[in-house]
């Protein structure tokens, strides 16, 4: 796989779109999915900041505190002869250009892959600073605590995609197991954690060596994930079963289930790391389960709550509908609806930066 273009560059014939000051403080990026498009917002009040637009079926994306990118992935493949026909960048010399075009030095994932791209964004400003090609469509997408890595999941491709972020380019494939949906970082920025919805478990990925450490059991349909890296805690959304397994990294034993009920799909820890926050798509509700006690709580939100994701500092939650084109504000406190805004099309997977 390669690299495509590079700051000023169009990608299939779009460019960032800036519709207002690019002067902000904590802002929340939802990408938009069909709509080729990731809003950013006030993450106080859910107010636009700017729309960046180009980048077709954005469905994951991902950053981490102070590093300062964005990796953005499409959940659609691309003809590779569309990428050959982009336009040469303003400013942009052709051997340059030719350089940020050219294949990696061998092929990379499954034989018959598909081409996908990859996007990096820059942290602040939301500018489009790199695609780089990768072997089918993107899921879910993550970024390592110390900026070095970047990984992509790949369902229809059984495995991941490893970005080195220091040069922009993949270097790397693990296969993980069947239909790779979610994958979290914990204090350790060289691994990687990866749920496979296909076949019921959690892969512990070596992004040095490149290789699976293990595999851990995780219910029927494991998707969403969210990793306490102060207790070593790794939850995980068993989305079609309807519970959260609680799962002890050391021992890689399933320590503690939830029954939630109905399809399930954002998880989310409070920063006090005391409840878990899980949206029941499936029965119209978010629900709040008390680590300590174990005792669940449910409010109702409907249509369909979807992504989430907590906002610090601010004792906010943003929660998208798969139903309908809007994001709800919630009171972390007591998952109240203080305010809602509209998006284009669905808001998937929600990050927070300052």
Same mark, same amino acid.
């Given at each position: 796989?390669?690299?495509?273009?590079? @700051?000023?560059?169009?990608?299939?014939?779009?460019?960032?779109?800036?519709?207002?000051?690019?002067?902000?403080?904590?802002?929340?990026?939802?990408?938009?999915?069909?709509?080729?498009?990731?809003?950013?917002?006030?993450?106080? @009040?859910?107010?636009?900041?700017? =729309?960046?637009?180009?980048?077709?079926?954005?469905?994951?994306?991902?950053?981490?505190?102070?590093?300062?990118?964005?990796?953005?992935?499409?959940?659609?493949?691309?003809? =590779?002869?569309?990428?050959?026909?982009?336009?040469?960048? +303003?400013?942009?010399?052709?051997?340059?250009?030719?350089?940020?075009?050219?294949?990696?030095?061998? #092929?990379?994932?499954?034989?018959?892959?598909?081409?996908?791209?990859?996007?990096?964004?820059?942290?602040?400003?939301?500018?489009?600073?790199?695609?780089?090609?990768?072997?089918?469509?993107?899921? *879910?997408?993550?970024?390592?605590?110390?900026?070095?890595?970047?990984?992509?999941? *790949?369902?229809?491709?059984?495995?991941?995609?490893?970005?080195?972020?220091?040069?922009?380019?993949?270097?790397?494939?693990?296969?993980?197991?069947?239909? #790779?949906?979610?994958?979290?970082?914990?204090?350790? #920025?060289?691994?990687?954690?990866?749920?496979?919805?296909?076949?019921?478990?959690?892969?512990?990925?070596?992004?040095?060596?490149?290789?699976?450490?293990?595999?851990?059991?995780?219910?029927?349909? #494991?998707?969403?994930?969210?990793?306490?890296?102060?207790?070593?805690?790794?939850?995980?959304?068993?989305?079609?079963?309807?519970?959260?397994?609680?799962?002890?990294?050391?021992?890689?034993?399933?320590?503690?289930?939830?029954?939630?009920?109905?399809?399930?799909?954002?998880?989310?820890? @409070?920063?006090?790391?005391?409840?878990?926050?899980?949206?029941?798509?499936?029965?119209?509700?978010?629900?709040?389960?008390?680590?300590?006690?174990?005792?669940?709580?449910?409010?109702?939100?409907?249509?369909?709550?979807?992504?989430?994701?907590?906002?610090?500092? @601010?004792?906010?939650?943003?929660?998208?509908?798969?139903? +309908?084109?809007?994001?709800?504000?919630?009171?972390?406190?007591?998952?109240?609806?203080?305010?809602?805004?509209?998006?284009?099309?669905?808001?998937?997977?929600?990050?927070?930066?300052?």
């Amino acid at each position: 796989m390669g690299i495509i273009g590079f @700051t000023k560059s169009l990608s299939l014939a779009s460019a960032l779109v800036l519709t207002g000051s690019v002067a902000f403080a904590q802002t929340v990026f939802v990408p938009e999915g069909s709509a080729n498009s990731i809003l950013m917002v006030n993450a106080t @009040t859910g107010d636009m900041i700017n =729309r960046i637009e180009g980048l077709e079926a954005v469905h994951g994306l991902a950053g981490a505190p102070g590093v300062p990118v964005l990796v953005a992935g499409s959940y659609a493949e691309v003809d =590779r002869e569309d990428i050959a026909e982009t336009s040469l960048p +303003e400013g942009v010399t052709a051997d340059e250009h030719a350089g940020h075009h050219a294949p990696a030095a061998k #092929p990379m994932g499954p034989a018959g892959a598909g081409l996908s791209l990859l996007s990096i964004l820059d942290a602040e400003t939301g500018e489009i600073l790199r695609r780089i090609e990768v072997p089918g469509a993107v899921h *879910h997408t993550a970024v390592s605590p110390d900026g070095r890595f970047a990984v992509a999941t *790949h369902p229809s491709g059984d495995g991941i995609s490893v970005i080195d972020l220091k040069t922009m380019a993949m270097t790397g494939w693990v296969a993980t197991g069947s239909m #790779p949906n979610y994958a979290v970082f914990g204090t350790d #920025p060289g691994i990687v954690y990866v749920s496979n919805a296909g076949n019921g478990t959690v892969s512990e990925v070596d992004l040095e060596r490149q290789i699976v450490r293990r595999n851990l059991f995780a219910g029927l349909a #494991p998707e969403h994930l969210v990793l306490d890296s102060v207790s070593g805690t790794l939850y995980v959304a068993d989305s079609d079963d309807g519970q959260v397994l609680e799962l002890a990294l050391e021992s890689g034993e399933t320590s503690r289930s939830f029954e939630i009920g109905g399809e399930i799909h954002g998880i989310e820890l @409070t920063e006090d790391r005391t409840q878990l926050i899980v949206a029941g798509r499936g029965e119209d509700k978010v629900v709040v389960i008390d680590l300590a006690g174990s005792s669940i709580s449910t409010v109702s939100l409907a249509p369909e709550p979807y992504h989430l994701t907590n906002v610090p500092g @601010t004792g906010r939650l943003f929660v998208s509908s798969r139903a +309908e084109p809007k994001v709800w504000i919630l009171d972390a406190s007591d998952l109240s609806v203080i305010g809602e805004f509209a998006v284009e099309s669905v808001g998937h997977q929600m990050v927070v930066m300052n």
